[in-house]
Structure formats: structure tokens, C-alpha cells
């Protein structure tokens, strides 16, 4: 993988998921940071097409990597599935055993303070880190915990969020005199603009030679393009400390840091087929299985294309590539955390997906080649 930063000249038009026109919904919101298809749609331009994978998008400051916090933590204390929390005093409690187990917070006898401190809402400042660098990461795939300190985010980083949203107001006038349009006459849309230092950052199997130029998002707004093999290398020290966790045959933390896709195609009756989302991996059972919690968020809506190749018989050229809408998706947010009684990989990263007896179909790990569903895993170690 060849990493690289994508730094904006300037403001970004990241136009999310909602059907938007003047006459129906006034309002275009923005989503930050853009998802993969919209990454791969600004690379196709500069590399003229082909295929590629790509890992990420995530952020940097300067030359180091930040991920989204784990969503699984009370404060800065970790959350734990009951049936891992022996000593807490609720351990009897009675749920639903086919659906997720509860969380609770996990007891040490020095989290009296943090847990106190939580309550009376000190740590819900705006200078709680919600994007923790790879040092903290680090520190958390090898221990299985975050550290009090390290929640805190740097004085001057904008750690807490590291983007502004501008509102921007579109006015159309009728000709001739002063008054806006009745129809389709005024709209407000969001722009992001990240803080200085603060770049996008992806890694992609091609290489590019910088410094480049791209459009990213709407309104032709450009992004730089920089090599930085630095962040290349964290991101293999943490991808390498993962795989070492998951090869351990015990309890294990999967920790999202892309928003996770995971449909499966089911049928009603005969002549209704469709394709359901749902916050965690089909092939992850919680009766009979290794599945057995999660911390998660709202779904990210995803409107994304589908692009296949056809014949045309009318030109010389054999084949074109032809774009068309797909079906809205909802992914999982980037830091959700799954609990596992060992760890179990995804079907959509096998290389090879067998379909009717062929392997020509090989759709269901496109979601991975575009950067979704990206995991690191933790060893639990307990208290």
C-alpha cells in the first residue's frame, strides 16, 4: 500500500445521503469524513479509471495517524458484556439471550474517581478526544485499555473535532427586481473546512505521483495530494499488532474503524427479494456462535453506484463502463466495538466468493476494496 494525505485548498461539499432539491428539502447537511465510494469516484479521476483497494479514509494531524474513538466506553471507562463482568452486581440480571448481551462498566477499584467524575459530567467537555492518534491506539491494542489521560485531547489539536461546518445560503432572483424565486428560489447547504495540520489520509495499492490535484465531493472543490510514507508505517504496526490478537483463541474486542457494510440478500415470498443491513456482520451468530455484544451508534446512510461493464456494438471500443444509482445502504459507524468469545474474520474479506457453483461473481468483497468494514482486534484481558 502507498499512503497518502489529502489536505483541502479548501472549504469541502460533502453532500450526505438525503435526497436533496430546493423544492422538496431546503437543507443539504454534509458528512464528514467522506466515505469510500466517494474516495474512489475522486481517485478514478486522477488514475483514469481501473480497479484498486483502498484502506481508510482516516485523519491526520500533520504526520500522525488518527482513528474515531471506541464508541465502548462509559467516559473513560471500558464497557464490558455482562457475562464477562463476574463481579458486578447485577451479574444475575435476566435478558434476552438471543439478542445482544448487556454492557456494563467494567469494575476496578481505581475507577471510583473516573466513574465520579463521569456522573458530574466533567468528562463530556468539548475537550474529550473523539479521534485518538496511534500512539493511544497503540497503547490500546496491547493493553485492551485507554487510559484517563490519554482521553484528553491536546490543547490547540481540535482533537475533540477537528473540522468546522459552515452554513452557506443560495439565493435566486427573479429577473428585474429584488425578491427571491417562489419556486426553487433559496437552499442552504453545509461545508466542512478542517482546522490547519489536519488532513484526510488513505492508503491505496497504486501508486500516485505527488504532489497531485483532485475534486473531492461537490462544487469542484480540490484537494491536495501528498505522499507520506510515515503514516503508512503506523498503520502497519497496528494492522500487525491486530493480527497477532487475533490469532489468540480466547475473548477478543473487534474495534471498527470504517464504517462496516454487512447485508445479506433475504426473500419475503417468491417475487420479493431484498437486501437488509443491520449493525453487525450476518455470519456472526449470538445463539450457538462466538457473538456475543456490541457498542454501537446510529447507521450511517451510504447512496453509493453501481458500475458494470457492457458490450457496445455500436463503436470499436469492445466494452464501456456504465454508472448507474444503487440502493441506499446503512453502516455501522466507524468505532463500534464487537465482543467475541474468540475471534472470527468477515466473509467479505475471503479472496473468492462462490456463487451458483462459479466464482465470476465477486461483488460481496467490493465493500472491502473501497475501504469499509476495516477492523483491528483486541485481546480482552479483563480486570
Not at 183 to 200: C, K, P, T
Not at 287 to 311: L, Y
Request: a negative charge; aromatic letters at 10%; glycine letters at 8%.
Amino acid at each position: 500500500m502507498h499512503w497518502y494525505k489529502l489536505t483541502p485548498l479548501n472549504i469541502l461539499m460533502l453532500r450526505d445521503a438525503k435526497p436533496f432539491s430546493p423544492q422538496e428539502r431546503a437543507w443539504a447537511g454534509s458528512v464528514f469524513p467522506p466515505n469510500g465510494h466517494t474516495i474512489a469516484g475522486a481517485l478514478r479521476g486522477l488514475l483514469g479509471g481501473g480497479e484498486f483497494d483502498i484502506t481508510g479514509p482516516f485523519l491526520s494531524y500533520e504526520n500522525t495517524l488518527y482513528l474515531p474513538r471506541p464508541l465502548g466506553f462509559a467516559g473513560s471507562i471500558d464497557l464490558v458484556p455482562l457475562v464477562w463482568a463476574k463481579e458486578s452486581y447485577i451479574n444475575n440480571a435476566l435478558w434476552d439471550k438471543t439478542q445482544p448481551c448487556p454492557l456494563v462498566k467494567s469494575y476496578n477499584s481505581k475507577d471510583e474517581e473516573e466513574e465520579e467524575n463521569y456522573n458530574s459530567g466533567k468528562e463530556q467537555s468539548p475537550e474529550f478526544r473523539q479521534y485518538l492518534p496511534y500512539e493511544v491506539v497503540k497503547e490500546y491494542l496491547e493493553s485492551g485499555r485507554i487510559n484517563k489521560e490519554n482521553w484528553q485531547a491536546i490543547e490547540g489539536r481540535h482533537e475533540d473535532k477537528p473540522y468546522t461546518i459552515e452554513t452557506r445560503s443560495h439565493n435566486s432572483i427573479e429577473p428585474g427586481t429584488k425578491q427571491v424565486k417562489d419556486a426553487d428560489g433559496y437552499f442552504v447547504e453545509n461545508a466542512i473546512r478542517l482546522y490547519q495540520g489536519w488532513s484526510l489520509t488513505i492508503g491505496i495499492n497504486k501508486e500516485i505521483e505527488t504532489p497531485a490535484t483532485i475534486r473531492l465531493g461537490g462544487e469542484g472543490h480540490r484537494v491536495i495530494v501528498e505522499s507520506c510514507p510515515e503514516l503508512g508505517e503506523q498503520w502497519q504496526e497496528l494492522q500487525q499488532l491486530s493480527d497477532d490478537n487475533f490469532q489468540h483463541d480466547g475473548k477478543a474486542i473487534a474495534y471498527l474503524v470504517t464504517p462496516g457494510v454487512f447485508e445479506r440478500p433475504h426473500k419475503y415470498n417468491p417475487e420479493q427479494r431484498a437486501n437488509l443491513c443491520r449493525p453487525y456482520p450476518w455470519e456472526w451468530k449470538i445463539k450457538d456462535g462466538n457473538f456475543v455484544s456490541m457498542s454501537t451508534d446510529k447507521a450511517v446512510p451510504i447512496s453509493c453506484r453501481i458500475r458494470e461493464k457492457e458490450d457496445n456494438t455500436k463503436s470499436t471500443t469492445k466494452s464501456i463502463t456504465k454508472s448507474i444509482p444503487a440502493p441506499q445502504v446503512f453502516a455501522a459507524p466507524p468505532g463500534s466495538l464487537y465482543y467475541l468469545n474468540k475471534p472470527q474474520g468477515l466473509f467479505q474479506d475471503q479472496e473468492k466468493v462462490e456463487r451458483n457453483g462459479s466464482n465470476k461473481d465477486n461483488r460481496v468483497n467490493n465493500w472491502r476494496k473501497l475501504g469499509y468494514s476495516e477492523m483491528l482486534w483486541i485481546k480482552y484481558q479483563g480486570n
